[in-house]
């Protein structure tokens, strides 16, 4: 068996897999400012999991991970800095752990499930902002691994901003007092995906993916803006720059816990076996 732990600004998800990928119990709890506070959590929570013994564990947090030392070193919403997660966690699940971004692995667990298709994959997640996952025969590509595509700048009302300042879910609030699942005008869509097409290009062109996914709480809503968003960037289409598709994460709500599991079994499986 092996564990895999989401931990996210405001929630954590743990679940326990099979060998085979297959989660077979999961636990939710909200995410404490205070990391000491985490951790008695995480303790507390993971005593209930009815498997005690794991092959490896792995874990996808927010920000920047510094992976040979198993550290976050800036995690986003949550005020924790250099935090030794991959030592206080093993000493919790007392197995080997892994840590990384979870965008990464939201990326890597989609990337895995069109293995047979694409090589070369980028996950985009549209949420509270935006974060990138580039995956490169299904591994994440340690050239950017810590890339932050939401932190591009860019030219926005006549002004340098950040990429996720005005195209993420949080900045589709503020200009619209509404969440994306509740927008179903098509004007206001067309904004939206002008929006992301900006900062979409540019990783394009960089990144020369064969297959984009969308996920988080504005990307699951990718059928209300493919149309505008494909004839967006054909705009910008050369035949150095060509567009890739685009589609849906297959397991939005649980891609990050998939991609732990895979990351841990790439990294611990074979020495288990």
């Given amino acids: 068996m092996y564990l895999s732990i989401d931990i996210g600004g405001t929630k954590t998800l743990l679940a326990s897999l099979t060998n085979e990928g297959v989660i077979t119990e ?52 949550l005020p924790w800095k250099n935090t030794p997660l991959q030592t206080d966690i093993r000493k919790i699940v007392r197995c080997p752990v892994i840590v990384d971004n979870d965008a990464n692995l939201a990326g890597l667990s989609e990337a895995m499930l069109l293995k047979h298709e694409y090589d070369r994959v980028l996950y985009i997640t549209v949420s509270t902002g935006i974060g990138t996952g580039i995956i490169v025969d299904q591994a994440i590509d340690p050239a950017f691994a810590d890339s932050e595509g939401g932190q591009i700048l860019l030219e926005h009302n006549n ?9 993420s879910g949080s900045a589709i609030v503020r200009r619209y007092g509404k969440k994306a699942k509740d927008i179903t005008d098509e004007q206001t869509w067309q904004h939206i995906a002008h929006d992301l097409s900006l900062g979409l290009i540019d990783l394009i062109a960089v990144v020369q993916p064969q297959i984009i996914v969308f996920g988080g709480s504005v990307g699951n ?34 891609a990050v816990l998939y991609g732990c599991y895979d990351l841990a079994k790439s990294v611990h499986g074979k020495t288990h076996s």
């Fill in 26 to 77: 999961r636990v939710r709890f909200e995410t404490p400012k205070d990391y000491s506070d985490f951790l008695q959590l995480l303790s507390d929570n993971v005593v209930t999991l009815s498997t005690k013994d794991f092959i490896a564990c792995g874990v996808g947090a927010p920000g920047r991970i510094d992976r040979k030392k198993g550290t976050g070193v800036a995690m986003g919403n």
């Fill in 221 to 254: 809503y990718l059928d209300r803006f493919k149309k505008p968003l494909r004839e967006a960037l054909q705009r910008f289409e050369t035949p150095l720059v060509p567009i890739p598709p685009f589609i849906e994460a297959r397991r939005p709500d649980d």
């Fill in 159 to 167: 002004k340098l901003m950040q990429w996720e300042d005005f195209a």
